[in-house]
């Protein structure tokens, strides 16, 4: 797998899981998967309930049966404006199925904005609003897992293979950020 989707897979990082314009990740879709779709003008606005809601349904509609949602640990200051799940698999997610999870999301508002599937995984981003979605798949080793996330348990840290999808608040994020940099330590 690519260093880039597995360290994304592994720990969902704020900053350095969005890529950069030059990132083959963010490359512009073709057609109308760029543009928002009729859905996009009727949802109701994006919370962290609605959010995982949505999750679950796409993750579902792929086929890939019901997400675990995890909460990020207290201590990171954005653990409130994220919202972080994952359903493993026996083998790396086909792409037919990956891309139905993404068209679920696009059907119900979620602007792709970039991706690409490859042997070794994948990465569709997603935007709603100031929210952030990235559908990520693939493989990694228990060490790539540990090294990735150092403070993980070993639960935490087994090798893993599935489909990770973190969604953020941008908003919220920054705000916290802001308020963190704010505050006297």
Known sequence: MGRFVAACVAVPVLASCGGTDGDEARTKPSGD??????????????????????VRAAVDAGGFGQPRFVD???????ASC?????????????????RSVVA?????????????YKTYGSL???????????????S?????????????SAEETQEFTGMT?????????????ASAKASPR
């Open 104 to 116: 679920a999301l696009e059907k119900n508002g979620w602007r792709r904005t970039g991706g690409f």
């Open 165 to 177: 999808v973190t969604v953020i608040d941008r908003e919220c994020a920054h705000a916290a950020i």
């Open 140 to 152: 990694l080793t228990a060490d790539q897992m540990a090294a990735a996330a150092p403070d993980a």
């Open 33 to 54: 998967a760029g543009k928002a779709t009729p859905a996009a003008e009727e949802t109701a606005p994006v919370t962290r309930a609605s959010a995982e809601r949505e």
């Open 82 to 98: 994220v919202v972080y799940g994952h359903v493993r698999t026996p083998e790396d997610p086909d792409e037919k199925s990956v």
């Open 124 to 138: 569709f981003s997603l935007e709603r609003e100031e929210w952030t979605l990235d559908v990520m798949t693939g």
């Open 72 to 78: 990020l640990p207290k201590s990171d200051i954005t």
